[in-house]
């Protein structure tokens, strides 16, 4: 029994400890201070955190910390250096101080902060302790608002009335330095000292305001009617400045729609050349064509008349070959066998010389031609129709020139079947002869009218031929010589000399003229025939 009550006290002693320790807790916000005192010399400040108060032995204190707005009025008009009454209200925010506020050793050195000018010292912070200890704002309000007042009547009689409301800053600044002096012992720090009104007995700030309004009414009329002025400079400055850009702006229009201008001329100039250049390459081209069409005419022509020259050659041959096989039925052999040679050779250089002579034209006319080339490169209009005329020409004249060889060659066929029967009638003696050359005479008598209009028939279908080299009697040149080489080719292939035969013939009518007249038995004259 006695163990429990001891266990039971134990545990009594133990819950009173705990609770006396427990009621020892204290924890301070950051706004406000409590100062633990009793044991030590030196109070324990706690500020925004906790401690332990140790029961029956120490004491806790509360400090506001927060700021503390103070209204700060003059309750009546205060004369100002003027003497001119003024009623001022002013707001102050203050704060007490601890010891964490201060800035200042104990050597009066300013410690380093945010705000070197707070020179707050230890016993500044010790004096806000004794002063100001578990008071309310109310008391602290009450106990500060007749110090900043009569600090703030002091620097009103120090001030004029324009000063006082041209500048409340500078007035609460020196309201503020001036209270400081005497807060500075109480432990109070002044934050701010803001002024928030200003009133005079006989309304002249009223006054002044309309002074100042009439002067500013003033500045304002002349402010604008110098803006005006400055906006009418400026507006006639801009017109002259649009006006200097447009007409430098149209003058460089005119400039580049002249260089445009001067451009479009040189290129059409330069447009105009190679049109030109190329219209006359052309035509050089197009005559150049033109000229080879013509001659390649000229020579399917030439070619064509040829075949036509060697079908009628062929047709002369059959016609040859059936008068051999006629004259073949009356002559010998032998001497049928001897004349075919000969005549086969004769055929044969004749066909040569025909060749050579052929030849010898187409190279006359390659020649002719490339000369007319040549000629056309340095005069192109006269050139192009020298070239016509001579391609159209030489086509004419080889066209008569075939005709002509072909009745030349039925000619010399004609002939030689003659002379091929004259052989075969050698036996018949002179008469006979004699009559085989009045028949070929005959038939060379016949057939050059042919030979004529054969050559000269090519040319009656040309309107006109433009002669060039001066030598116009050419053309009647080549009908003649055409016709007497027939007469050659005659004597070549038969061996039959017409001149010779003409001659012969008038020799011998000449002498029957000569010969005298006998008079018969009647007294007549006669001759014999």
């Known amino acids: 029994m006695e163990i429990n009550i001891g266990i039971i006290a134990i545990i009594v002693l133990a819950i009173a400890i705990l609770a006396i320790l427990a009621s020892g807790y204290v924890k301070a916000s950051p706004n406000k201070a409590y100062i633990i005192s009793g044991i030590k010399r030196e109070p324990k400040v706690l500020i925004g955190r906790a401690g332990i108060k140790i029961p029956f032995l120490e004491k806790k204190d509360e400090l506001i ?29 203050v704060r007490v101080l601890t010891q964490r506020d201060v800035t200042v050793n104990a050597k009066g050195e300013v410690v380093a902060g945010a705000d070197a000018n707070k020179r707050i010292t230890t016993e500044m912070a010790n004096a806000a302790m004794k002063n100001f200890l578990n008071m309310n704002e109310d008391q602290i309000r009450d106990a500060l608002t007749d110090s900043l007042q009569g600090n703030m009547r002091e620097i009103i009689g120090t001030q004029c009335l324009k000063e006082l409301c041209n500048d409340r800053k500078t007035f609460g600044d020196e309201v503020q330095a001036k209270a400081q002096k005497d807060m500075n012992a109480l432990g109070i720090w002044i934050e701010s000292c803001n002024i928030q ?25 002349v402010a604008k009617a110098q803006a005006d002025r400055d906006v009418a400079i400026a507006r006639a400055q801009a017109q002259k400045d649009a006006n200097d850009a447009q007409v430098i702006a149209e003058t460089e229009i005119a400039q580049k729609q002249t260089e445009l201008a001067i451009k479009k001329a040189e290129l059409k100039k330069e447009s105009d050349i190679k049109k030109a250049e190329a219209d006359a390459a052309y035509k050089i081209q197009e005559e150049e064509q033109r000229k080879t069409v013509e001659i390649t005419t000229a020579n399917a022509n030439l070619a064509r008349q040829e075949k036509e020259l060697e079908l009628k050659e062929r047709e002369v041959s059959i016609k040859e ?5 006629e004259v073949k039925k009356t002559a010998e052999a032998n001497k049928y066998a001897a004349q075919q040679k000969a005549d086969a050779e004769q055929y044969e250089r004749q066909k040569r010389a025909e060749a050579e002579l052929f030849e ?25 129709v020298k070239a016509a005329g001579l391609a159209e020409a030489s086509a004419v004249a080889a066209k008569g020139k075939a005709e002509a060889e072909a009745i030349q060659a039925k000619a010399e066929a004609e ?6 029967k ?31 209009e054969a050559v000269a028939k090519g040319y009656m279908n040309v309107d006109s031929i433009k002669m060039f080299g001066g ?59």
């Open 422 to 452: 004259a052989e075969a009638m050698k036996q018949y003696g002179d008469a006979a002869r004699q009559q085989m050359e009045l028949d070929t005479l005959k038939v060379y008598f016949e057939q050059l009218p042919k030979i004529a």
């Open 321 to 325: 070959k059936a008068l051999e096989a």
């Open 471 to 529: 030598d116009s009697s050419k053309l009647a040149g080549d009908i003649m010589t055409t016709v007497t080489q027939v007469t050659d080719g005659i004597k070549e292939s038969t061996g039959l000399d017409i001149n010779e035969m003409l001659a012969k013939g008038f020799a011998k009518e000449k002498a029957e003229d000569a010969k005298p007249v006998e008079k018969n038995d009647t007294g007549n004259d006669y001759q014999e025939v």
């Open 65 to 93: 910390l927060k700021q503390i707005s103070i209204d700060i009025k003059t309750n009546g008009y205060i004369p100002t250096k003027d003497f001119i009454g003024v009623d001022i209200d002013a707001v102050a925010k």
């Open 197 to 221: 009104k200003i009133e005079d007995e006989n309304n002249l700030i009223t006054a002044l305001g309309q002074d100042n309004m009439s002067q500013i009414q003033k500045d304002a009329s």
């Open 360 to 384: 010898i034209q187409r190279q006359a006319e390659a020649e002719k031609a490339k000369s007319e080339a040549e000629r056309f490169a340095k005069e192109q209009a006269a050139e192009a």
């Open 415 to 420: 002939a030689a079947g003659i002379l091929k």
